[in-house]
């Protein structure tokens, strides 16, 4: 099958242009166009094609006049629950959610059950992924106080890094212990993705507002109890630990502007791996980015994540961040739980939301306030993790790339309802809210997976996605 996108505006490599793009089986084969502004659209000509497509046959043409051509996004932090947590969410469901919203890849994070640090747990998701996913997929290998004698076995063509929490988490993942993480930033073979809070704090703070409110506080001091000192503290000690060791650090939803002011100033555009002086890169999530301590108020337990949701002004610091190279890539930490165990307040009620359906329509909200451009957005949710974590040959519209592209329409108004929702869990803190932007097409290696709301395969056995590889 040949497919030729035609007619879009193309954004890619710092560049929008209108032009067309033809794929032949899973791969790209051709990009074509002139450079204009973003917004600047034509209509289809024969000018836009390629003379290699005359003689194509059979032919699949795809009309994306007044939309947006997009690399298909590299959601490189998410909770799919699978194995062992599947009443909240498994591997087919949040795909499918993923497809739904744009996205081609996602980097699944280990706190599962099992979790997924031995390679048995490993191989056994790989395995219900290569039967399950409808897009691309990858796992990361968790990090424990005593598995750093399994790195070196790690295959580092399969998986993007080692996920450390070095802050309260589920199950015994916590690592906070000065030798064990010694070991984790001197061994490491791969990137280290980072969730840094510090649980001393953390925990001196629960005390304090429980003899204030009792078992259960109210959602609202969640920010205080998680506080910008817990998470300053842990993240200085991350990247004095990267430093120390040269360890490649990726720092997981920096929350706060003191984070910020940590991390160097870097150019947009990253180098393969994230090499070349680039040692220490960071994440914000769209939950950050979207919410703030205000929206406490209307949305509760609803966008109680770890860590917690911050101030207006953190919030406004993330977003001066997207853009002055202190962050480096936008993911979604999206953590499904069912409603009722959203209940309670800070210390009953599960910390994380659903998210992934909806995060590109919500950052392209962002592109219409100005706060960045669709360009810069494309390397933050495509090209960046594709450069930090090495994938091989997707992120980028090139020739002989994976043909994971997502084609969106602006200026094409709706509002997220709960029949329209994937995941598993059947709702989101999106709900209500209004877009203007629309995802009308994903394709994952060259196949149609989403088209009008509607998710494509032939069959229910059938899944487009394939396991990432890299380096």
Not at 3 to 32: D, P, Y
Not at 282 to 287: I, K, L, M, N
Request: net charge negative; hydrophobic share 40%; aromatic share 6%.
């Amino acid at each position: 099958m040949k497919t030729i996108i035609q007619g879009g505006t193309i954004v890619n490599e710092g560049k929008a242009f209108v032009g067309s793009i033809v794929i032949e089986g899973e791969r790209l084969l051709e990009v074509r166009g002139e450079r204009c502004e973003v917004g600047e659209m034509t209509e289809p000509t024969e000018g836009n094609l390629s003379p290699l497509t005359s003689h194509l046959s059979p032919l699949r043409i795809i009309d994306a006049t007044g939309c947006y051509v997009l690399p298909g996004v590299i959601d490189s932090h998410v909770h799919f629950r699978e194995p062992g947590l599947t009443e909240k969410a498994d591997i087919e469901s949040e795909s499918r959610a993923a497809a739904a919203g744009g996205v081609t890849t996602f980097f699944d994070m280990p706190n599962t059950n099992p979790q997924t640090t031995t390679l048995e747990a490993l191989e056994q998701k790989f395995e219900l992924a290569s039967r399950k996913s409808h897009v691309n997929y990858s796992f990361f290998f968790g990090a424990t106080n005593d598995n750093t004698a399994l790195f070196p076995q790690l295959d580092i063509h399969r998986i993007p890094g080692i996920k450390l929490f070095m802050g309260s988490s589920t199950g015994n993942m916590l690592v906070d212990r000065d030798e064990a993480l010694q070991r984790i930033f001197g061994e490491t073979p791969l990137p280290l993705m980072a969730h840094c809070e510090d649980t001393a704090i953390i925990n001196q703070n629960m005390l304090s507002f429980k003899e204030r409110f009792g078992d259960d506080p109210p959602v609202w001091a969640h920010q205080l109890i998680r506080s910008e000192e817990a998470c300053l503290a842990s993240t200085l000690k991350a990247i004095e630990l990267a430093v120390r060791y040269q360890a490649r650090l990726h720092v997981a939803h920096v929350s706060t502007r003191e984070e910020l002011e940590l991390l160097p100033q870097l150019e947009s555009s990253l180098p393969l791996g994230g090499v070349g002086g680039r040692l220490i890169t960071a994440e914000a999530t769209v939950g950050h980015l979207l919410f703030s301590t205000v929206d406490y108020q209307r949305l509760g337990t609803r966008i109680k994540v770890n860590p917690a949701i911050k101030s207006a002004i953190d919030q406004e610091a993330l977003r001066q961040g997207l853009t002055d190279g202190r962050i480096s890539t936008i993911g979604t930490d999206h953590a499904p739980h069912l409603l009722s165990q959203k209940e309670g307040g800070c210390a009953r009620a599960a910390s994380g939301m659903p998210s992934i359906q909806f995060a590109l329509p919500a950052m392209l909200s962002l592109v219409d306030e100005g706060v960045l451009t669709i360009e810069r957005l494309v390397e933050l949710m495509a090209h960046n993790p594709a450069r930090i974590f090495e994938v091989r040959n997707r992120g980028f519209l090139r020739p002989g790339y994976q043909a994971d592209i997502t084609i969106v329409r602006p200026h094409a108004p709706w509002t997220v309802s709960q029949d329209m929702i994937e995941s598993k869990c059947k709702w989101s803190p999106f709900e209500g809210q209004q877009f203007q932007w629309r995802v009308e097409k994903t394709l994952c290696n060259g196949h149609l997976v989403y088209e009008n709301e509607t998710l494509r395969h032939k069959n229910e056995d059938e899944k487009f996605g394939q396991a990432v590889t890299f380096r």
